[in-house]
């Protein structure tokens, strides 16, 4: 029987048994497009072709409404058929085949088997489902593979450690770890051990601690003595009685307990005998991943897995989500009387940009963050007060001419105290109105720093206190001293949540924008079950700011909502909603070279819980002043990063702080930023639409390249542009190695161009870095400066074309704040470039849709790349003399007047006639063809100039060298340095482009045409090699 599945509002549900299709009991259904497949107790949806639901309900009653992660199960048609063969279930789709043995209970490894195909290779997926953690007898497990709650989670920021980290967050009572214990021989006596760190604790106390062991039913204390510091581990052990098979254990921090203790594993062995070492575990196929902060890392730190894997499929566990109803609240889920499982199979093989797109429509779209935030951000954590922002700090930004939007104020503004005031501090902020009136004049927009509690000596403690209805319970907060008392918030409860956000009013109301939840190390929380605490709160304050006509989003940590300063723990609901209001704030790293090599695969990690956004302290949080050459090449790796956000711990991150050379860079680079706001912009938008990341790990493009996963330091800043962030010391002279994909890719500053697929060294001062241009790119900037992103409306644009290649791309733009958008208030300008034999056209289609202030006409500068020098130069099929050629970077810039935006624009070029001579080189030799012969494969040499059609090359505007008829071409296209080159019949493959340099080299694959041997003798072969500047790979090109 073959379906159609076409989901229309909550799935539709169906039986279909023999070939007969029967409406399920109590659910309606639309049976011109049925959705699901039921087969006992088990239903099977189809959401596409790489996309199932498999849901499990002992019961029979089937969920529809959607959840706080799956939002939306109205996705595609999606053609599939179902059979029933030898008592299995059979489901296929285009993509993918899912078996489900009938009547066999829930879901298992043994009962539920996917098969799809992934990089052309077979595989059966086994999803499981969470159970207890298990540890086999006598064998030593890794803590942070076991059961955690409470708070308990995984944790890196202490050394010597075994497997991938280890537990903390023992601070408080419901702390703990569970498992069970399987293959224990018979029932007796047996030795429970857990090598754990016991140093100076949050409590300020270095002294032995207590937790509780509970096995077999029974609770003990274990006393745990102190260690030399938190990198030293020793092992504690007791002795409890287990059954005989499997047996449940754990460790918690228990009522009376001091707790304030790290585990790094465990193990259930034989009594007296030696503590075991856990295994290595085996290598992940897991693509990126994520965590809730880098808090306390100075290097790489592990991730949870997200939604990718090099397997090619996911099993997104629903079961325990929350139903999410139409005003934004939550249900929790009916209580069950049988065993309910609720999952979302994605089997998208190697196309891991099909995986994304399913998980954007399952839980709807990111966030479009407002245009404002595309621009240049600035923090410090730092007393500042209202003079020092209005003398100096913003001064300095206009007198080096130095953009700046966003002015995030740090923790000091507050009072009563710093950390959890809700007032101002009227010793720094005098006035505060006369301030947010001044950022306003100055086009700032202000986010203030938010920690989740307030004391009880606040002023605006007793109104929080009664909005919440006198339950704001005592919290364990930072700085909470003598009598200041803290008091915190349960967001889940809404009499608390109003109080909460109740305390912000004043602030928005003086001018505030944009809030900062800096929830690292207060007690608030989330009580209620089925979703993620960061993730809502995340979601109220988007719905928050979005109440005040105001395009909401959260600045915040994400994902998780552990109450401990550098860990990350997994709930059941997952980060999968996170993109839908959040801007990751990273957390307080350390300034260093590791952190920076560091956060480009963090970023693009992030892509794989489909999270656009990713904001890093530019510059590191802890690290007074960073050597000029770390600082300068951390701010260029922000100028191409969804966010740049400047901020310290008291440091340096200004440009002027640095030597000439580090400033010099980092203002141009920020000048950069801000002129890039039209792309990020639309490149955000994109983002929205698709599920696809801002930053994209190269695998998302080239899955089928090795190179592709472990260039990991390198991404796609979208399909066109290739970012490789410089993260080794060095002011001049510094080599990075670059993978290129296939294709030419045009150096966004120097104009060299490299084609792929190959790995090449790139060599940059700080003047520039490595990024790269495909070729047919199109890169829309602003042409003016621009103080701030609201300072002028975007009537000039320049396009920067990377030539060689044909290629599109679309302009977006809204108002930039508020959500007018949503309801089509926007407008989109296609953007073309195509190269023809004669011709070369940048076409710009008139302007689609429109919004409150969108401009009526628009000044336009093409900057194309890679160019041959043009003959003519037109605009709207008439000349223009406004028109300039770089001849070193090979830039042709034209400009035109200010055109309508709602008429078409087209900028065309012809390049100039084509040059016929002889190409010479070392010792003054000509480059020959061997004998004057025009077959296929015909050696090219060095050879005295003799003025045979043998030696007379022609240079055409495509890239090729012809003689003879033929083309110059690298041998069997390869790029390895020794390939011959031959004369072939012209064929269009990079084998034959070449491009000539600045520096007189003639370069394909990125390598130099060389004398080989650097011989100037007759007949010397002609070969492509390393480019080393030498005698022999330079070449006079006719004129």
Not at 252 to 263: F, L, P
Request: proline share 6%; glycine share 10%; hydrophobic share 35%.
């Amino acid at each position: 029987m073959t379906l159609r599945s076409r989901t229309s509002g909550w799935i539709s549900a169906l039986t279909l048994l023999a070939g007969v299709v029967v409406l399920a009991p109590g659910h309606a259904a639309d049976a011109a497009t049925p959705s699901a497949v039921i087969d006992g107790s088990a239903r099977f949806e189809v959401l596409s072709p790489t996309l199932v639901r498999v849901e499990y309900a002992a019961d029979g009653r089937f969920e529809d409404r959607p959840t706080f992660n799956a939002v939306d199960r109205a996705m595609q048609d999606t053609d599939y058929t179902t059979t029933v063969q030898n008592g299995v279930r059979v489901i296929r789709t285009p993509k993918l085949t899912l078996r489900y043995v009938q009547g066999s209970g829930p879901f298992t490894q043994q009962n539920l088997a996917v098969d799809l195909v992934a990089g052309g290779t077979a595989v059966t997926a086994r999803p499981s489902w969470p159970t207890v953690p298990l540890c086999a007898y006598g064998a030593g497990c890794e803590a942070e593979n076991l059961g955690l709650t409470g708070g308990a989670a995984l944790a890196t920021d202490h050394a010597n450690y075994t497997g991938a980290g280890f537990v903390a967050g023992f601070t408080g009572a419901g702390a703990q770890i569970s498992w069970s214990t399987t293959g224990i021989p018979a029932a007796g006596d047996y030795a429970v051990s857990f090598r754990y760190a016991n140093s100076t604790g949050g409590d300020g106390q270095n002294t032995t601690r207590t937790v509780s062991l509970t096995a077999n039913g029974t609770t003990s204390r274990v006393s745990l003595p102190t260690t030399a510091n938190w990198d030293t581990w020793a092992v504690a052990s007791t002795t409890v009685h287990l059954a005989a098979g499997t047996d449940p254990v754990s460790i918690a921090c228990g009522t009376g307990d001091s707790c304030n203790v790290n585990v790094d594993s465990i193990a259930v062995t034989a009594v007296g005998a030696g503590y075991p070492t856990p295994p290595t575990a085996p290598p992940s196929a897991a693509l990126g991943g994520w965590r809730r902060s880098l808090d306390g890392q100075s290097g790489p730190a592990p991730t949870a897995d997200g939604l990718l894997s090099r397997d090619g499929w996911h099993l997104v566990d629903d079961s325990q989500t929350a139903l999410l109803n139409a005003d934004q609240t939550i249900t929790q889920r009916p209580s069950r009387s049988g065993p309910y499982q609720d999952g979302y199979f994605f089997g998208y093989g190697h196309d891991y940009r099909q995986g994304l797109r399913d998980l954007h429509d399952l839980t709807g779209p990111a966030v479009l963050l407002p245009e404002w935030a595309f621009g240049v951000w600035y923090s410090r954590y730092f007393p500042y007060t209202t003079t020092d922002y209005q003398n100096t700090l913003l001064p300095a930004f206009r007198s080096h001419q130095t953009p700046l939007d966003t002015l995030v104020v740090d923790t000091d503004f507050k009072s009563p105290n710093t950390w959890d005031g809700w007032e101002w501090n009227p010793a720094l902020f005098p006035d505060p109105q006369a301030f947010l009136n001044w950022t306003k004049q100055q086009g700032l927009q202000v986010s203030l720093n938010v920690h989740s509690s307030i004391a009880e000596n606040d002023t605006q403690y007793a109104a929080a206190q009664a909005t919440s209805g006198g339950a704001l319970a005592a919290g364990n907060c930072v700085g909470d001293v003598g009598t200041n008392h803290c008091h915190v918030f349960d967001w889940s409860d809404p009499a608390q949540l109003k109080a909460y956000f109740d305390l912000h009013k004043p602030f928005e109301n003086q001018g505030v924008r944009q809030w900062w939840l800096d929830w690292c190390c207060d007690s608030s929380h989330v009580s209620a079950s089925g979703v993620t605490p960061d993730t809502w709160i995340n979601s109220q304050y988007t719905k928050e700011t979005d109440a005040r006509g105001l395009r909401g989003f959260a600045f915040s940590r994400i994902g998780s909502g552990l109450q401990s300063y550098s860990g990350s723990s997994s709930f059941p609901s997952g980060p999968w909603a996170e993109h839908r209001y959040s801007l990751h704030f990273t957390g307080d790293t350390t300034s260093n070279w590791n952190v920076l090599g560091f956060e480009p695969s963090f970023t693009t990690g992030e892509g794989a819980i489909g999270l656009p956004y990713v904001s890093h302290d530019i510059g590191g949080f802890n690290g007074q002043h960073p050597a000029d050459d770390l600082y300068a090449r951390w701010v260029q790796f922000g100028a191409f990063q969804p966010v740049l956000r400047l901020h310290s711990n008291h440091g340096d991150r200004l440009p002027w702080d640095y030597g000439q050379a580090a400033e010099a860079s980092a203002e141009k680079f920020l000048r950069l930023r801000e002129s890039l706001v039209p792309y990020t912009y639309s490149l955000a938008k994109q983002s929205r639409d698709t599920g696809l990341p801002m930053a994209r790990a190269m695998y998302l493009n080239y899955p089928e390249y090795s190179e592709a996963y472990s260039a990991a330091q390198q991404y796609l800043y979208g399909d066109d542009v290739l970012v490789a962030p410089v993260t080794t010391p060095g002011t001049s002279g510094v080599q990075t190695s670059v993978w290129f994909p296939p294709g030419t890719w045009t150096d966004y500053f120097t104009g060299r161009s490299y084609t792929g697929p190959s790995t090449q060294t790139v060599t940059t001062d700080l003047s520039t870095m490595p990024v790269f241009v495909r070729s047919g790119g199109i890169v829309p900037t602003r042409t003016d400066y621009v103080d701030h992103t609201t300072q002028s409306p975007l009537t000039q644009v320049t396009l920067d074309v990377a030539a060689g290649g044909n290629g599109s791309s679309t302009l977006y733009e809204d108002a930039g704040e508020g959500n007018a958008y949503q309801a089509g208030q926007s407008a989109t300008t296609g953007l073309a470039y195509a190269e023809s034999a004669g011709t070369r056209q940048l076409s710009i289609d008139a302007m689609h849709g429109t919004y409150a202030g969108a401009v009526s006409a628009r000044t336009w500068t093409a900057r194309f790349r890679n160019a041959a020098p043009p003959s003519t130069v037109t605009v709207n099929g008439a000349a223009t003399p406004d028109w300039t050629y770089d001849a070193a970077t090979r830039v042709l810039t034209v400009r035109t007047t200010a055109l309508p935006t709602r008429q078409a624009t087209t900028i065309a070029y012809t390049p100039s006639a084509t040059a016929t001579g002889p190409i010479t080189g070392i010792g003054g030799k000509c480059v020959d063809v061997a004998g004057g012969n025009s077959a296929d494969t015909t050696a090219v040499q060095l050879y005295t100039c003799n003025g045979t059609p043998a030696q007379q090359w022609t240079t055409t505007g495509d890239g090729t060298l012809r003689a003879l008829g033929k083309c110059m071409d690298v041998t069997n296209g390869s790029s390895a340095s020794g390939t011959q080159v031959q004369l072939y019949s012209c064929n269009g493959t990079n084998a034959q482009q070449w491009s000539a340099q600045p520096d007189g080299t003639l370069r394909a694959y990125g390598k130099c045409l060389d004398a080989s041997g650097g011989s100037s003798a007759d007949g010397t072969r002609l070969i492509i090699w390393d480019c080393t500047g030498n005698s022999n790979q330079q070449w006079q090109l006719p004129t």
